[in-house]
């Protein structure tokens, strides 16, 4: 037991003894406290952005690129509700974050008081699990269980509440352990059921067209888990398809490899995921992005569906054989059995010279323009230029997102970090930040559209403070580019607004934050423009215009099965001017 202690000391302390190496935060009155005792001390190092929701998606960024929870403080009412967004993107994406908010005094609550909300209740719905602290002797305890339940199982976000008595009481603290913590209902699986992994593991030898469905899961098990899906392809020698959020947990340089699947996968991922007759979903969600229309979802596949999230499996999908446990625990003991039993996969050759069918569609060739910048190749020139490099790509939320997806290949978990269930703009900057922070060596990219990057644009003076070399490369399309591309496709082009008439100019937008500008105007320029902001040792925003009617394809329309897809111009079915098919 040690000396009694503020609130706030203790929840400084508790946080030291966590580990935790930075928080990202927003100061105000109801979290003064908290902020005076951060002065005081040196162990853990502050970031103050310029938003909440800047904060939170920072924390993201730095969570999903080092595998450690991240951490936000922010104050009481609009700063709690500012980070609504961010907290409500984690628990959607499955990422692990501890949210500080303050809250009025314990006499307020309840009253309406100045900058007052009911954040636990607001934040339910959003959170893994929250909490409003009444009692300072209950915070240490409290704070560690918050990030054991933030990292354990499925990894989410839990929001922790702080009246400002709270922090300024005096209580006695210690560190406790887990086996202590009072949230005894809490228990997660993670050793999988001998009995189903000897079931899948037998249904997998005998299948003659297995396909291995990935997603975010595999990421979120550890690094080890991405070389044990590697192992698990190689010895079944079943072909391999992600999520967006599991891009990287499989080398994309393989063979194996199918490419993301879904409203904007690949034609051989999706054709794939039809045919199949036995599909092994490994830390993924059949989720509606991936499915298309539900009915005509792989009606003649068996379904195996490994999860640590239990209500998962048959959420949306029946599957034939549900496993609840940690995905990389489950592949390795999948491992283990094929080999003590011998197994050897079936002919599988007459399947992957059915997929090569499938790819020599070539769903993702680039189109050829020498007036205009195509997307794609602007992408496809980054990758060509940074890979070496292994660079940590953070994305904003649109036509820029899915055109990464298709054309910038990884090798490795942790190197793609993107907004995935909630689609949140806004998302890629502050996430980069976060990221740069994590991993001060690292190359770190946001690609990003011209209107998502204004999401949060006010985090430019964030990297600025903190110097951080981030780089920024906009594909400026001066549209709403995906809302534009549906807009053509379901609403015969009626625009509801033009954007282009009040957008930026982003060199200059990048000087008055002391970034460095560029422009890219011509496709000829692009290599040296790409080589510019990799070599300046500082944070750069490249302004690439791009062509404005470039359609993001392969798609998937909405309401259609997963193998209606629209992979050209071409295949549209409405109204499409000459102009714009000419440019997808």
Request: glycine share 10%; aromatic share 6%; net charge negative.
């Amino acid at each position: 037991m040690t000396a009694e202690m503020t609130g706030a000391d203790i929840l400084l302390q508790a946080l030291t003894d966590l580990g935790v190496e930075v928080v990202f935060g927003y100061p105000g009155g109801a979290v003064l406290p908290i902020y005076d005792a951060l002065f005081k001390q040196k162990r853990i190092r502050h970031i103050l952005v310029r938003h909440e929701a800047g904060a939170v998606h920072a924390a993201e960024g730095y969570a999903r690129s080092t595998g450690k929870s991240g951490v936000v403080l922010v104050t009481s009412g609009p700063g709690a509700t500012n980070a609504v967004t961010g907290i409500a993107d984690a628990l959607m994406d499955s990422i692990p974050l501890v949210v500080l908010t303050g809250q009025v005094g314990t006499p307020l609550i309840g009253t309406d008081a100045f900058q007052e909300c009911d954040t636990v209740g607001i934040t339910r719905h959003c959170t893994k699990h929250n909490y409003l602290v009444k009692d300072p002797a209950q915070l240490g305890d409290v704070i560690h269980e918050a990030f054991h339940i933030a990292t354990s199982g499925r990894p989410g976000p839990v929001v922790v509440d702080l009246p400002k008595d709270v922090q300024v009481a005096a209580a006695s603290y210690r560190k406790p352990s887990i086996q202590s913590l009072p949230h005894k209902g809490y228990r997660p699986a993670s050793k999988a059921d001998t009995k189903l992994i000897e079931a899948a593991v037998e249904m997998i030898a005998a299948a003659e067209r297995p396909i291995l469905y990935t997603g975010g899961g595999i990421i979120n098990s550890g690094p080890v888990a991405s070389q044990i899906l590697r192992d698990l392809a190689r010895i079944t020698g079943a072909p391999v398809t992600s999520t967006l959020m599991g891009l990287g947990a499989f080398p994309a340089s393989s063979p194996q490899w199918l490419g993301m699947l879904g409203m904007h996968g690949t034609y051989e991922a999706n054709m794939a995921m039809n045919k199949a007759d036995l599909i092994i979903c490994l830390g993924a969600r059949f989720d509606d992005r991936v499915t298309g229309r539900l009915d005509a979802f792989s009606p003649h596949s068996k379904k195996i569906h490994i999860d640590i999230d239990r209500s998962s499996i048959n959420k949306t999908v029946r599957v034939d054989l549900g496993i609840v446990g940690d995905v990389g625990r489950a592949m390795e003991d999948m491992i283990k059995l094929w080999k003590a039993r011998q197994h050897q996969p079936q002919d599988l050759a007459p399947w992957l010279a059915q997929i090569d069918g499938w790819r020599a569609k070539k769903c993702l060739k680039i189109p050829v323009s020498t007036k205009e910048i195509m997307p794609q190749l602007a992408i496809r020139k980054l990758w060509e230029a940074t890979h070496a490099k292994k660079p940590i790509i953070t994305t904003e939320v649109g036509q820029h997102q899915m055109w990464a997806a298709q054309h910038f290949d990884f090798e490795g978990p942790n190197k793609w970090l993107t907004s995935g269930g909630l689609g949140t703009m806004g998302y890629g900057l502050p996430a980069a930040i976060g990221a740069q922070l994590g991993n001060p060596n690292a190359l770190v990219i946001d690609i990003a559209g011209e209107a998502s990057i204004q999401m949060n644009i006010q985090e430019l003076g964030t990297a600025t403070q903190y110097r951080l070399p981030v780089k920024i490369f906009i594909l400026n399309n001066e549209y709403m580019g995906m809302v534009r591309q549906w807009q053509d496709l379901t609403y015969a082009g009626r625009y509801s607004e033009s954007y282009s008439d009040a957008l930026p100019d982003f060199v200059k937008l990048a000087e008055a934050y002391g970034w460095k500008g560029v422009r890219i105007d011509d496709p000829a320029d692009l290599e040296a423009g790409i080589a510019a902001m990799i070599e300046h040792d500082g944070p750069v925003i490249v302004d690439c215009r791009v062509a404005k009617l470039a359609n993001c394809f392969p798609m998937i329309p909405s309401g259609a099965a997963h193998t209606d897809m629209i992979l050209e111009a071409d295949d549209v079915v409405g109204e499409m001017d000459d102009e714009a098919k000419a440019l997808v």
